[in-house]
């Protein structure tokens, strides 16, 4: 068993992980969630985030298609892995076909490109809120 | 009955790719069969046909992801590898939303598409052993007395005979027989192997 919190109880529901080594859009999207009434946990790198879960389940996660450390699509994989549920919206390089369709492939709900990041939160407010 | 060879649809309007692909196809032994719009190949569709379809995303008329909604909304269940000179990120994320296998973009290598190919083949392949052995499972399942369909329902919710027998008001031995006849019907070799038919059948509740 790995060392994570798979208890239903320990998600919380209005907690929105970030995972993206951009500190600045971190914390640009921290101001937007918030104000969207989401709690909001922010990470440089995948392997943050992962050391993250035996604490706290997120509602949702978003993340950068290319950490430092993994690639998003990876992170997918490991999340699957661990028999972890967790609705996943990832911010791809504007164009970057190729790494929206690996990470559809590995079940992310959608992937939006960086400049339309902000803007798409609206649209996804009910998965942010884990509603 | 015996299955028909699986075969790569090709659907693009531009006569030059439709050539290289089927060269490209035959060279590997994949039998190959192009149209040269959706609407064609909606023409000629066969739902019976195994295989899968390499769908150009931009066409005069109907465009690939009408065609794929088409064919969802006609419960077809043939494999997409959507492939297109000029994708954006929006447009790959609809069509493999909307379940397409992948999305790729010109110009890609030969290998890649074959390697895509294949694994929406094998992909198609799975779906239709499935609905064989799901039709199988409802095929027994219609064989079954209203007696023994009812002991079947109460069997694999996990009742006991004595129980059964008397939610059913008849003797435990009169269940013990409906029961042997139910496992016989249905081929089951135990018990666990008769509740995951009938989850498989979707038959539950």
Redesign the interface.
């Known amino acids: 068993m790995q060392p994570v919190a798979t208890d239903p109880y320990s998600r919380s529901a209005s907690l929105v992980a970030v995972v993206d080594a951009d500190a600045a859009l971190c914390q640009r999207l921290r101001a937007r969630l918030e104000a969207l009434g989401a709690e909001v946990d922010a990470h440089a790198s995948a392997n943050a985030f992962l050391a993250s879960l035996a604490a706290r389940l997120p509602a949702c996660l978003i993340a950068d298609a290319t950490l430092p450390d993994w690639s998003a699509a990876e992170l997918l994989a490991e999340l699957q892995r661990r028999g972890l549920d967790i609705p996943t919206l990832v911010m791809a390089a504007s164009g970057d076909v190729r790494t929206a369709v690996a990470v559809l492939r590995h079940g992310a709900l959608d992937c939006i490109e960086k400049p339309f990041i902000e803007r798409a939160l609206a649209t996804h407010v009910a998965v942010l809120l884990g509603h | 009955m015996k299955e028909k060879p699986a075969t790569v649809f090709v659907v693009d309007d531009d006569d030059a790719v439709r050539t290289s692909l089927r060269l490209l196809l035959k060279s590997v032994g994949l039998p190959v069969e192009t149209h040269a719009s959706a609407q064609a190949f909606l023409d000629a569709y066969d739902p019976e046909r195994a295989g899968c379809l390499v769908l150009d995303i931009r066409m005069p008329g109907m465009s690939g992801l009408e065609l794929q909604q088409r064919l969802t909304e006609m419960h077809a269940i043939l494999p997409i590898v959507f492939i297109t000179g000029h994708?954006?990120?929006p447009?790959?994320?609809e069509a493999?939303?909307h379940g397409a296998v992948?999305?790729?973009?010109k110009p890609f290598r030969d290998q890649d598409l074959i390697d895509r190919i294949n694994q929406a083949l094998e992909k198609d392949n799975a779906n239709r052993a499935g609905l064989r052995e799901r039709d199988a499972i409802l095929r027994r399942m219609q064989q079954l007395t209203p007696r023994e369909r009812e002991v079947l329902d109460l069997v694999t919710k996990g009742k006991a005979n004595k129980v059964i027998a008397g939610d059913l008001g008849v003797s435990q031995r009169t269940v013990e027989i409906h029961r042997a006849r139910v496992m016989e019907k249905m081929a089951a070799s135990s018990l666990a192997h008769l509740v995951r038919m009938v989850i498989e059948a979707g038959a539950t509740g």
Request: hydrophobic content about 60%.
């Open positions: 994708g954006d990120v447009m790959a994320v493999m939303q992948d999305f790729i973009q």
